[in-house]
């Protein structure tokens, strides 16, 4: 069979949001490939230009359906560096927790894509059955389910409600031996491992050649996360340990990502120990004075990054934002050539694709 | 005028010189066969109030029509009762997916029994869609050929050794046969339909085919060596007789099932519609109810696997020390359905295999595996032992 390219989106099975991967296909085996976005472009950040400061967090919250607290976290991060506002540390836990258990569900919620992705329906089900606790933790947080508006500019919107912690821990515990129920459908699983292991290789140096960040680089033996070396709110004040894998594989990513679970749990659980009394959230001053600010932290998907250019008004003059999918579809070529159709779905799942922050 | 009671006689149809089965006794011919007298008798009756004295009513309740109309039934019987064992399987299927994936299931009817009768009719109602650049002719009579010969082998398949349509000498091979056609048809299908996703999905058909064929075709030869004969009635009675192969032949059984699941297109094996990359493969431009009967269909042949490996490897219709066993039809697809249900279990575990796997498993693993099973039906029929 010659050559031909073949379109897999925007409408299509495999890719998770309108986006379209064109790869050229020898038989079976990939020659070329080219991720072509822009299908979902809202002109986001040009939105936010309009919007006084407050107004941009729920806008926030829509830049990825499944890490809007991560999301708003960083506007209201660099936000309140421009003001140069402290947050009260019991906010700063509460936004840690919060965080965690948007990680948790983001995950969950890449599981279970790419359980389909792989053609097996439980791991889909099983893992949003465990995601819906946490939605459940998010509704009794913040009231809604994923577009959560919580944090705030100086702190977040309301304090832990009533038995919040006990529920917390409760569906922590739980979730750490469930999650074992889904490992034994993948790792002890021969056809699964030989799905993953293998296919959509990439070295260390590729790595930082093609920018990648969060799961899809620590799986290729990178040791770094924004939460350890450039720590902010109490992540340094917290004893946990950063998920990295030597594989560089797509099974490297989902050892990773899996771990990360684990060792988000046990962030929840000490900060749930070492939480303090005291205020939730500060005054923050309507204007912001005139400068650049830049704030990161680690996102599910990896390192976003927000660029804010204020000019002493009450709305920014410009706010870009660095989404970490943007960059890591853009290694789709790299991962995917030379391996075979069926491994596209395998490899791309891993990168964990989210269009609204991707085409903002 | 003669009473309905003289045309209705519910005659023994072997007593009818035309009989087609000899000596052996035919149930669904005989339920054909009733029926028609039923039926026959009435119309007889009625015709004969109309215009008593005339010459039809005698033939229509005669040999030969009676015959030949317990035949045309006979095969209407065969296929309904397929149907609904068909219908049970996919409720069955679906139920325990349920149970595995924690979700609901089926819920129209009792039990959620009438589900699949609802998606089939929601099917029924779409629109004939025909792709304007496809070859119409390609893409209509491989579809039609895929699903016809689905139900011609589910319905060579005996239940009992009174439940058959036909009783072959070369049983075996005749549905083997049918059995294989389906995968060449969806070849023309994936050719046919002009679209990149099923061309895909069809050579992907054409690579798994001659990695499972070949093991399972040694397998259907190690059977029917050790059995002596490719009849099934002979096949279930030499299990019945000496031991079922499933013990003697553990490999060979294991081999099969691989297989069969590959040849009915189920997960792990369902690579020529692998939804995930090829959108829905080589099923992809088929709308409506054609969509609906390849689904239906893909059933037949799941049904069609599980009952070769009850009848090749589980003894047929036969239990062992139960003399004649109650109810045989019943013990047939009770084991059917233990079959389907492994199958069903491995679909809710496993995920789908690549392309390229699946040739080493054919190859190097399986087709070994399989001579391996010759192997030893030879060592034991040369020894004696069977």
């Given amino acids: ?360 | 005028m003669a009473p309905i009671s003289n045309w209705v006689t519910f005659a023994n149809p072997m007593d009818n010189p035309l009989y087609q089965f000899g000596a052996v006794y035919n149930l669904p011919y005989d339920v054909g066969y009733k029926i028609w007298q039923l039926l026959g008798g009435l119309i007889a009756w009625l015709l004969d109030v109309l215009v008593p004295g005339n010459g039809v009513s005698l033939w229509l309740v005669g040999n030969a029509v009676s015959n030949a109309l317990a035949l045309v039934l006979m095969i209407i019987v065969v296929f309904a009762v397929c149907f609904i064992v068909n219908l049970t399987m996919i409720w069955i299927e679906r139920k325990v997916l349920g149970r595995l994936m924690d979700r609901r299931a089926t819920r129209i009817g009792p039990l959620g029994y009438l589900q699949c009768l609802g998606d089939g009719l929601k099917t029924f109602l779409k629109e004939h869609i025909v792709p304007d650049k496809a070859d119409t002719k390609g893409y209509m009579w491989a579809v039609s050929i895929i699903i016809g010969s689905s139900v011609l082998v589910a319905g060579m398949i005996p239940l009992s050794y009174r439940f058959f349509l036909a009783d072959y000498g070369s049983g075996l091979l005749i549905i083997f046969g049918l059995f294989s056609i389906a995968p060449f048809m969806i070849l023309v299908a994936g050719w046919s339909q002009n679209n990149k996703y099923a061309l895909l999905g069809g050579m992907r058909a054409a690579a798994q085919m001659i990695s499972y064929e070949v093991p399972m075709l040694v397998v259907f030869a190690s059977v029917a060596l050790m059995a002596g004969s490719f009849n099934i009635n002979e096949i279930v009675g030499y299990q019945n007789d000496n031991v079922w192969f499933i013990v003697p032949q553990i490999i060979g059984f294991v081999v099969f099932m691989i297989a069969a699941t590959a040849e009915a297109e189920r997960i792990p094996f369902d690579l020529p519609e692998a939804e995930a990359e090829l959108v829905e493969g080589w099923q992809t431009e088929y709308g409506g109810m054609k969509w609906g009967l390849i689904m239906l269909s893909d059933y037949f042949r799941g049904y069609v696997a599980c009952a070769l490996g009850a009848i090749m490897f589980l003894g047929g219709w036969t239990l062992p020390f139960v003399d004649d066993s109650f109810l045989p039809e019943i013990v047939f697809l009770l084991k059917v359905i233990l079959l389907f249900f492994i199958m069903v279990w491995t679909r809710g575990t496993l995920c789908r295999i690549r392309t390229d796997q699946i040739l080493n498993i054919g190859w190097k693993i399986l087709l070994p595996l399989a001579v391996l099973n010759l192997f030893v039906v030879v060592v034991l029929k040369v020894g004696g032992l069977v």
Avoid at chain 1, 249 to 271: H, L, N, P, T
């Fill in chain 1, 1 to 360: 069979m010659s050559k031909m390219w073949v379109t897999m989106g925007p409408q299509h099975p495999f890719s998770h949001g309108l986006w379209t991967l064109k790869v050229q296909v020898d038989g079976e085996v990939i020659q070329d490939a080219e991720p072509v976005i822009g299908y979902l472009h809202r002109g986001w950040e040009k939105e936010c230009e309009n919007r006084t400061y407050p107004q941009i967090i729920p806008m926030a919250d829509r830049l990825c359906y499944s890490a809007s607290m991560t999301w708003s976290h960083l506007y209201c991060k660099v936000a309140e560096e421009a003001m140069e506002i402290e947050v009260p540390e019991r906010a700063q836990y509460i936004r840690v927790i919060a965080d965690e258990i948007c990680r948790i569900q983001s995950h969950l919620m890449w599981l279970a894509a790419m359980g389909t992705d792989l053609g097996n329906l439980t791991i889909f089900l099983w893992a949003l059955r465990e995601r819906e606790w946490f939605l459940d933790l998010n509704v009794k947080l913040c009231g809604q389910r994923l577009t959560t508006n919580f944090p705030r500019i100086g702190g977040v919107r309301n304090d832990m409600p009533y038995l919040f912690e006990r529920d917390l821990m409760r569906v922590v515990d739980l979730f750490e031996k469930r999650l074992w129920d889904i490992i034994a459908l993948t790792d002890d699983n021969a056809i699964f491992m030989s799905r993953m292991q293998g296919v959509g290789h990439v070295t260390r140096k590729e790595a930082a050649n093609l920018g990648l960040t969060g799961p899809s680089m620590r799986g290729c033996g990178v040791n770094f996360d924004v939460r350890r070396d450039d720590p902010y709110m109490v992540y340094d004040e917290l004893d946990w340990e950063v998920a990295v894998c030597d594989d560089g594989d797509s099974y490297g990513r989902y050892k990773v990502r899996i771990e990360e679970m684990f060792q988000s749990c046990e962030i929840i659980r000490q900060a749930v120990a070492k939480m303090p009394d005291g205020p939730t959230r500060v005054k923050a001053p309507r204007n912001v004075p005139e400068g650049t600010h830049v704030a990161r932290l680690e996102d599910p998907r990896g390192e976003s990054l927000m660029y804010l250019v204020s000019d002493g008004t009450d709305r920014p003059y410009r706010l870009k934002v660095r989404s970490p999918i943007f960059v890591n579809v853009s290694a789709s070529k790299r991962l995917v050539q030379g391996g075979r159709m069926a491994d596209v779905p395998a490899i791309m799942g891993t990168i964990d694709m989210c269009l609204g922050e991707t085409d903002r």
